[in-house]
């Protein structure tokens, strides 16, 4: 809240709420942002209904979660402290899954797309390199960066990205219309 009054130009809300059901009302919101959230949740299809009930006719929704082959890679890495932390992910959702909910949802997907093969690298060095996520300076996550920034600036570059951020993204992100 206070982050909203200091920058905020409009109006702004902020709510604290389990999602079960959100304490909106039907048809309010033509702009809907559910980032990272549904691996967390206890039923992802209750909580796409709910953002389906909030949308108006148009709405457009941006829709992310942790891709699949990253998140087993982050589990090989990640120490053993941080994997019973509260909220952690409940779930890991498929490419195909994640489509497949939005869609029996009710929303029209407009994209479906994968992006950030150079994060799920670099987390996956950061939790070996062991150093805090506040100073995050170590040789090898500065050598990840470098070489990534080398094949980007190669001829066939992008066309390389792209399919790497295709075969392991750190999410997958769908863009959908509500009818």
């Not at 890991?92 to 489509?99: K, L, N, T």
């Amino acid at each position: 809240r206070a982050r909203l009054r200091i920058g905020g130009g409009g109006t702004h809300t902020a709510l604290v709420s389990d999602a079960n059901p959100l304490p909106l009302d039907d048809g309010v919101a033509t702009r809907v942002i559910c980032t990272e959230v549904l691996q967390h949740v206890d039923d992802p299809q209750q909580m796409l209904a709910e953002l389906y009930r909030i949308g108006t006719s148009g709405a457009i929704y941006l829709l992310s979660v942790p891709g699949a082959l990253q998140e087993g890679l982050q589990d090989k890495v990640l120490p053993p402290e941080y994997r019973e932390l509260p909220g952690g992910a409940l779930r890991v959702i498929d490419r195909s899954e994640f489509a497949q909910w939005v869609t029996e949802a009710g929303l029209v997907v407009v994209e479906h797309t994968q992006n950030g093969f150079f994060w799920s690298i670099w987390w996956a060095l950061f939790w070996g390199c062991k150093v805090e996520l506040y100073d995050p300076a170590h040789p090898v996550l500065d050598h990840w960066t470098a070489a990534w920034r080398a094949l980007l600036d190669m001829p066939q570059g992008q066309q390389l990205k792209r399919q790497l951020d295709e075969f392991m993204p750190i999410s997958e992100i769908i863009v959908a219309r509500k009818p």
